[in-house]
Structure formats: structure tokens, C-alpha cells
């Protein structure tokens, strides 16, 4: 099937065909007609199968015919509005919109935190017919009076899963009581839990549901092994696999945003190149950050899981676990880095004593052991004993606590402020 029997229009497709696409993934296939259509939509895919064509191009389509080329404001309201949990993706989803609609004359913006907020109300005030919004800075927006919803005609919430994990289930309540009750409304989310059935509920009408990803299922093209090593000897387990495997850009997560930076700093002190990326890092020095990965500047990327979530990084070869994340589903999104859009992908977990249990529950949600392999040198020794694992607070990359155990999830189940968009503005040479 190509994009030309989807009934898109000739603008959409001379845009798609630019890109260098000419077969729409399975994602794109169920979903961009019954959007055309007019249904409201669930959408179940993980990171990396095409959702954001599967919603951004219909909607495209949906609001051309009203596109104009007039300079008011007036003319320009805002008719739709894309949530989406972290900054990042939030850039991703307009530089698609932008890119898609490159000839239909619709303009878009995206507002977050952690940036100055007078270039986004400056934007916001000129028009603007789509709105690409983390939850937080949507609503200071609103609390200033520059949003007006009455126009808005499609709502998204793409990653609404990862949205209700940081937190947001309030921000998202709030504007929902902000937009008309006549809408269309698309869901995109990674896995179904009875929380997003629940919230689904509530705003769609009679929705479609178009799964393409089984529920919980890694990327098939993943290849997963476990490398046992003890804790005080996974940097250096970590810089030897690197440098003798020569490995050029691999991503590698870390529970603690402390534990980020202290990798990163000992991985340079190695001969190196790293940068780590986290909620307490600029916007700018985040950009800047993954502009350098990607192009090869630096050949590590270490992130903690809220920073990564939406990264979109083709052909990524390699993710690395050098610590394991407390909730299991959490590991499903971080190895769907990689072996993406047919490439094969490789994730490499590296687990001391102390992660014997976040292994196995990660090994029961995939229904699968993992294999094992010990590297000659690294084999871990029987007789240390396992310790509290830390969840964040206190930092640290070793995986210890001086305190108790701690539950399996972050106990006030939010982010740090800097995600969420709610601290004070700090000045930055980004606009948006």
C-alpha cells in the first residue's frame, strides 16, 4: 500500500514524498482514514511505528480548508491542540507538523517549560491554528489569558500513559474543562491500563481503537542481554564494552539525574565523549545535547527516563540499561530507542545483586528470561550482598541507599518541576 490510496491530499503527499517516504506503516494505514472520518481515536503503538504521521497528516488534512494566507490574528485561531508530556516531544510533533504541512498555510507553535514565556505568548498572540503544549505551560498560558479555545475543533493526547505517569492527570482534567465538548479527540498511548480506559472514557465518543503494538511486547528487532556485573564495576564494565566493541552512539539510562551526570563526567574522564540529559538541565543545554549525539560529536547520550521519553534518534544502534528502571514498563519504552522502522537494535542491561528483583518483574512482563552473559573480568562475586535500591531523591549512580527500601515507584509519582514546566521562566535563546 502506498500513501497515495490513503485519500490524503496532493499538498500532504508532494510533502511525505519529500521525506522520503512511500509506504505508510501499519500505525498509518488504520488510523489516518478513520481521523479523515471524523472518529474519535485510541491508538495503541509504541515510540517509533509512525504515530505522529498517523494523527498530524489527517489532521492536516481536516483543517486545510480553512487554512488562510491573511496576516491577522483573527484569522488564525487556535482549532487544534496536540498534549504531550515532555518538551522534547512536544518539539518533535510541531517540527512534523511543520514538516507535513509545509504547503498548506497553517501556522503552528509549541509552548513548554523552562524557557522565558514572552516569545511563546508573542507567538501565541500573532495565531495560531495548531498548538503543540506540555500540560504545565498550557495552563500559565491560560492562567494569563493568552489561549482561547472556542475555535478548537481536534484535540490529541499523544503518550497520554507516560502523561498520567509524571503526574498530569490534574493538568489534563483542568483543560479538558477548557475546550468545547464538540470535538474530535485522539488517544495515542504506548500500553491500555485501566487508568487510560478510564480516562478514555470520560472524553471519547464512541472511539475507534486501532492497536498495532501488542501490549508490553519489546520491539522485535531488539536484541536483549543481560550483562551481570557487581555495582561498584559498571562503569567500568560500561566503558570497556564501549571501547572495545567500538561502539559510536549509544544511549544509556540512568535512574537519577545526580547518577546522569556522574556517569557522564567519569565516562570523559575515560576518553569518553558523553553528555548526559535531565530535567535540571537547561533547555538550550538539552538541545545542544542531543544535536551533538546525533551527529556524532559525542558517542554517549546518558539519560534519565522522563529526559529521554520522545527522543526520536534514527537508526539508534545501541540502548544500554546501566541501571534498571524501578517500574518494568518503564523498560519497554527505554529499548524502544532502538530497532526502529526495521533497523535491528541492540539493549544491553547491565544488573548488579541489588536489581535481582527489577529484573525478574521486567522478565515477567516480557513473559521471557533474558539471556545472561558474563564478560571474562567482570563477573560478579556471590558474596556481596544486595542493598536498598535509591529511587532519585538522593542521587547517585551505584544503585545505594543509606535509607530503607523503597517501593517500586517514586512515591509523590511526579517529576521534578523543571519537567513539568511549572518553575519560574529562565531566559533562553530558543523561542519556543
Do not use: W
Not at 61 to 83: D, G, K, N
Not at 305 to 317: H, N, Q, Y
Amino acid at each position: 500500500m502506498s500513501f497515495d490510496t490513503l485519500g490524503l491530499l496532493p499538498e500532504l503527499l508532494r510533502a511525505v514524498r519529500e521525506q522520503g517516504y512511500e509506504h505508510p506503516t501499519p500505525i498509518q494505514t488504520q488510523a489516518i482514514p478513520l481521523v479523515l472520518e471524523g472518529r474519535d481515536l485510541m491508538g495503541r503503538a509504541q515510540t517509533g511505528t509512525g504515530k505522529t504521521a498517523g494523527f498530524t497528516l489527517p489532521m492536516l488534512q481536516l483543517l486545510a480548508p480553512h487554512a488562510s494566507t491573511s496576516a491577522s490574528p483573527a484569522r488564525h485561531p487556535i482549532r487544534a491542540l496536540i498534549l504531550t508530556p515532555t518538551r522534547e516531544l512536544a518539539m518533535q510533533v510541531e517540527e512534523s507538523v511543520r514538516t507535513y504541512g509545509k504547503y498548506i498555510p497553517l501556522r503552528s507553535t509549541t509552548i513548554f517549560g523552562g524557557v522565558n514565556i514572552n516569545p511563546q505568548t508573542k507567538a501565541l498572540r500573532a495565531g495560531v491554528e495548531i498548538l503543540v503544549a506540555t500540560p504545565g505551560r498550557l495552563l500559565d498560558h491560560q492562567g494569563q489569558g493568552n489561549l482561547n479555545f472556542s475555535q478548537l475543533e481536534i484535540l490529541v493526547l499523544d503518550e497520554a500513559d507516560r502523561m498520567l505517569d509524571m503526574g498530569f492527570i490534574r493538568d489534563i482534567q483542568k483543560i479538558l474543562a477548557l475546550l468545547p465538548a464538540k470535538r474530535q479527540t485522539l488517544l495515542f498511548s504506548a500500553t491500555f491500563t485501566d487508568e487510560i480506559k478510564q480516562l478514555a472514557s470520560k472524553f471519547l465518543k464512541t472511539p475507534a481503537s486501532v492497536q498495532i503494538t501488542p501490549q508490553n511486547t519489546a520491539a522485535e528487532l531488539v536484541r536483549q542481554v543481560v550483562h551481570p556485573v557487581d555495582r561498584e564495576r559498571k562503569r567500568a564494565l560500561l566503558a570497556h564494552i564501549i571501547q572495545t566493541r567500538k561502539l559510536e552512539q549509544v544511549l544509556v539510562f540512568t535512574r537519577t539525574k545526580h547518577g546522569a551526570n556522574r556517569l557522564s563526567e567519569q565516562l570523559d574522564k575515560d576518553g569518553i565523549s558523553s553528555m548526559a540529559i535531565h530535567g535540571n538541565k537547561s533547555q538550550p543545554q538539552r538541545i545542544k545535547a542531543l544535536e551533538d549525539f546525533k551527529k556524532g560529536a559525542v558517542r554517549v547520550l546518558v539519560a534519565t527516563d522522563i529526559a529521554a521519553r520522545g527522543l526520536d534518534i534514527d537508526m539508534l544502534p545501541h540502548v544500554v540499561n546501566y541501571e534498571l528502571p524501578q517500574v518494568p514498563e518503564d523498560y519497554i519504552h527505554r529499548i524502544g530507542r532502538t530497532g526502529r522502522a526495521g533497523s535491528e537494535g541492540e539493549a544491553l542491561s547491565l544488573v548488579c545483586v541489588d536489581e535481582h528483583r527489577l529484573l525478574k518483574d521486567i522478565e515477567k512482563l516480557l513473559r521471557k528470561e533474558l539471556p545472561k552473559d558474563v564478560i571474562q573480568g567482570y563477573a560478579p562475586d556471590p558474596s556481596i550482598p544486595a542493598e536498598p535500591i535509591q529511587t532519585g531523591r538522593q542521587g547517585g549512580g551505584g544503585g545505594r541507599s543509606r535509607g530503607p527500601a523503597r517501593s517500586a515507584r517514586p512515591s509523590s509519582g511526579q517529576p521534578p518541576r523543571g519537567e513539568r514546566g511549572r518553575h519560574p521562566a529562565r531566559p533562553s535563546s530558543r523561542g519556543k
